[in-house]
């Protein structure tokens, strides 16, 4: 990177909102994202905490805390410049565009001074121009494997929505529906296939309470206000067996989960920033948008209309067996 100022950097502000893990790398990334856009350097601020860890997490009420070391091992970006002690730092909750290029302006006025901008969430400008993430792409820590069998993989957010915010849940026929399409037409070319269902679920019935890990710190507006009783049968994870040639992959590592997510050759995404992460890293393959607060990628898929998507499909599945057989 050659930037045309050295004197200011973007950084993410990790303490701002310390959730979920695919929401915060999503938000690291995009920070990243946004210093290439405005060609200005870039400092990594890895993960401090990782508030909510699953369904699991949930169900032992407690942290793994060997996992932030492993998400920052695995998910570290490479500094462009360091930062001076004496240098000038600014946090936006929320980045804004007007608030950013009023600091680019600062250092380019004060040239002996370094100015560090820390935000901690992008998407106010990203989501406005979903084109920025594409500086972030090339960065997926996950090498593509090759296979002779074309992998589906669907990624069902579960987990804690069960509890509250159920709107941002997907109905199991939709992901079952979606899988058939996709099968139906790898059949037609003669295509082996295997389907991975990547999921969480409780191993037993529990209670969770207001004060349970992964709860009791969010936000008011994502609080639980009473006890919810979550139990293995609201997962109906059996509805899937219909799939032909399916694996079940359940309640398994979530950095090898998001990266078989992001290595497959077709990821049916949920309305879930761990699938948007793991769609942004995926390049070799395709993946399905499911509509989502966070706008698509220009090359993504959309279910709808349905003929239109059924002709990319069919256009992808020529492509992938002419590389295959190459």
């Avoid at 608030?99 to 100015?115: H, R, V």
């Avoid at 560090?116 to 993430?133: N, W, Y």
Wanted: a negative charge; glycine letters at 4%; aromatic letters at 12%.
């Amino acid at each position: 990177m050659n930037p045309r100022l050295k004197n200011i950097a973007l950084t993410y502000a990790p303490e701002l909102l310390m959730d979920g893990s695919g929401s915060q790398l999503h938000r690291i990334y995009g920070v990243y994202a946004l210093s290439r856009a405005y060609n200005i350097p870039y400092v990594h601020s890895p993960l401090e905490e990782i508030g909510y860890q699953g369904v699991r997490a949930l169900e032992e009420n407690e942290n793994n805390l060997e996992l932030v070391a492993r998400y920052n091992k695995v998910f570290h970006i490479n500094s462009d410049v360091d930062v001076p002690s004496d240098a000038i730092i600014t946090t936006q909750f929320y980045a804004e565009e007007k608030l950013l290029l009023e600091q680019i302006k600062k250092a380019e006025q004060n040239p002996s001074d370094f100015f560090l901008v820390r935000i901690g969430f992008p998407m106010t400008i990203t989501d406005a121009k979903p084109v920025v993430f594409e500086h972030a792409r090339t960065l997926s820590p996950f090498p593509k494997k090759i296979s002779s069998a074309f992998r589906v993989a669907i990624h069902v957010r579960w987990g804690d929505l069960l509890i509250d915010h159920q709107e941002r849940l997907l109905p199991n026929d939709y992901y079952i529906a979606t899988a058939t399409k996709v099968i139906q037409m790898l059949e037609k070319w003669e295509i082996p296939f295997v389907c991975e269902l990547h999921t969480e679920m409780p191993s037993a019935s529990f209670m969770v309470t207001p004060q349970h890990h992964g709860v009791k710190n969010r936000i008011e507006e994502y609080r639980l206000k009473e006890s919810v009783m979550l139990t293995p049968e609201q997962y109906r994870v059996s509805d899937f067996e219909v799939i032909p040639n399916l694996h079940k992959r359940i309640n398994e590592d979530p950095i090898e989960t998001l990266e078989a997510l992001a290595t497959a050759d077709f990821l049916i995404m949920s309305k879930s920033s761990f699938s948007y992460l793991a769609a942004l890293f995926n390049q070799d393959g395709k993946s399905l948008y499911a509509p989502f607060w966070h706008p698509p990628m220009s090359d993504w898929l959309r279910p709808f209309p349905r003929v239109f998507f059924e002709e990319q499909l069919e256009e992808y599945c020529e492509q992938w067996l002419g590389h295959v057989i190459t």
